[in-house]
């Protein structure tokens, strides 16, 4: 088999595993964010 | 009753009114047959098998047809005692919780055991069914089977009546742990039926199976009946 | 962020891009297979980091059902969820290099089966933990997880089984079968970045499963104070 042949499946591999990785990472982000806002919102709340 | 109860007197008298019950309602053994007869009949439009096809795929419907009244029933186990909160009641009382759990397997187990019974001949007909093999094996395979599906699936009929939508939850937690026993019991079912393969493997895993989760179960239901 | 989180993070970078260069350019090309056989070292790693976070799972949940720790809750909780999205992309890495190579994008194959009955077990403790209500999610969440480690070496002998009595297809060079040194080095690499990386993910989510939990009671309070 030439080496080279198989380089589409390589990349699709390789761009799915970050894509995974990345969706992870975002929802993090995303519930890091969430997190952060209640707890201010929670503050507003205490000091009014 | 002796004067201090057993954790099997317990047992026997807890399965005795469920039993009683059941006998008065009839409420899961109805919606169970009915639920596999109509599952049954669909499969049926479905294919057309000569008999020497029918023995191939029949053990596979026979079992996704228990497996899916099998949840019909179990659905129903536990939101009896909800209603009148007899399940705090029961957490309350110094019963050990091992007798609620068994006492309800074993009732299920009865009622999934009645299904089967009045199930089979109906395969029989509808698929012209003859097996190869011996038929005291399917007997032993029906009985393993039938416990792996109730321990199980009592079990997680117990976990998924603290969730949202609680119907749903129960096939969605349960099936994919039984992936091994019912590969088991489709397998051993299909190698009877046809007499091309050995049992008994499978027939050693659904005892396996049976036995591991028998324990893990009563190990676990405890602190799961005692969640708050 | 701590500062050792944003150490970490660097190492990992670094550690991730180095694997990156063994995989692509030093482990040398596989003479049969080609560059397709390069997913392994993205697939063989994950595999590895999924398995193992499953196992934190079940020892986090035993955990919790001995001693009711809200960190043992949150760490289970943490190693399932990023087991499952490591166990995801082996699933979809797998059929992508038994494309070409096999010609089938998949196989109900020993390896390939229990992988996939591995990632149900866990998505579903997921969404049990997704559904569940109240106080006793951690329980529940800790019973299905024991459940699902225990069937583990069950579902791997019944497919096992199950698997010798159906034809196999045939598996060209095989992985594993004639892995040179320097393959394994860049295995060995990717494992080291991968796991790293799950170590972080892990890191962050059990953080913020417990950030969680004390927002809910501070806002219990609160609205007890407020009556």
């Known amino acids: ?48 | 009753m002796s004067a201090t109860p057993t954790l099997w007197s317990i047992t026997r008298r807890s399965l005795a009114k469920d039993l009683r019950l059941e006998w008065r309602s009839k409420d899961a053994i109805n919606s169970m047959l009915f639920f596999a007869l109509l599952v049954v009949v669909i499969f049926s439009f479905g294919f057309d098998p000569t008999a020497e096809e029918s023995r191939r795929i029949a053990g596979g419907l026979l079992w996704v047809a228990v497996l899916f009244a099998t949840v019909v029933a179990l659905n129903q186990t536990w939101t009896r005692e909800l209603r009148n909160q007899v399940l705090d009641a029961y957490r309350l009382s110094p019963a050990p919780p091992q007798a609620l759990f068994l006492s309800k397997t074993i009732g299920n187990f009865l009622f999934v055991a009645i299904l089967e019974v009045l199930m089979v001949p109906l395969f029989v007909v509808f698929y012209n069914l003859r097996s190869v093999g011996p038929v005291w094996q399917l007997l032993v395979v029906a009985l393993l089977a039938t416990w792996a599906l109730v321990v199980n699936g009592t079990f997680f009929a117990a976990l998924s009546i603290r969730t949202r939508s609680r119907e749903i939850m129960l096939p969605l937690i349960l099936f994919p742990i039984s992936i091994p026993a019912l590969l088991a019991m489709v397998d051993a079912t299909t190698s009877i039926l046809t007499g091309d393969n050995s049992p008994y493997f499978w027939m050693r895993l659904l005892a396996v199976y049976d036995v591991v989760f028998t324990a893990v179960s009563l190990l676990l239901f405890e602190p799961v009946l005692n969640a708050e | 962020m701590t500062k050792l989180y944003k150490a970490f993070s660097a190492v990992t970078a670094l550690l991730l891009l180095y694997g990156f260069c063994q995989a692509w350019y030093i482990a040398p090309t596989e003479a049969t297979m080609g560059n397709v056989q390069r997913i392994f070292y993205y697939h063989l790693p994950s595999a590895w980091v999924a398995f193992l976070l499953f196992f934190v799972n079940f020892l986090a949940s035993a955990w919790y059902l001995i001693r009711r720790t809200d960190g043992a809750d949150a760490l289970a909780l943490a190693a399932a969820e990023v087991g499952v999205s490591f166990c995801t992309i082996v699933l979809i890495t797998g059929p992508i290099w038994a494309r070409p190579i096999w010609g089938i994008w998949w196989t109900w194959d020993a390896r390939l089966t229990s992988t996939l009955v591995l990632w149900l077990i866990y998505v579903s403790y997921l969404v049990l933990r997704h559904y569940a209500t109240g106080g006793q999610v951690p329980v529940l969440a800790a019973a299905l997880g024991i459940f699902g480690f225990v069937d583990v070496p069950i579902v791997y002998m019944a497919i096992r089984w199950f698997r010798t009595q159906h034809p196999q297809p045939v598996i060209g060079g095989g992985q594993g079968s004639g892995l040179d040194h320097t393959m394994w080095v860049a295995v060995l690499w990717n494992l080291a970045a991968f796991a790293m990386l799950a170590v972080l993910f892990v890191w962050a989510r059990y953080r913020q499963a417990l950030a969680e939990r004390a927002l809910e009671e501070a806002y219990i309070q609160a609205e007890g104070e407020a009556q």
């Open chain 1, 1 to 48: 088999m030439n080496p080279s042949s198989g380089n589409a499946y390589l990349y699709a591999a390789y761009i799915v595993v970050w894509a995974v990785h990345s969706l992870y990472a975002y929802s993090l982000l995303g519930r890091a964010r969430r997190i952060r806002r209640e707890a201010a919102e929670l503050e507003n709340q205490r000091q009014r």
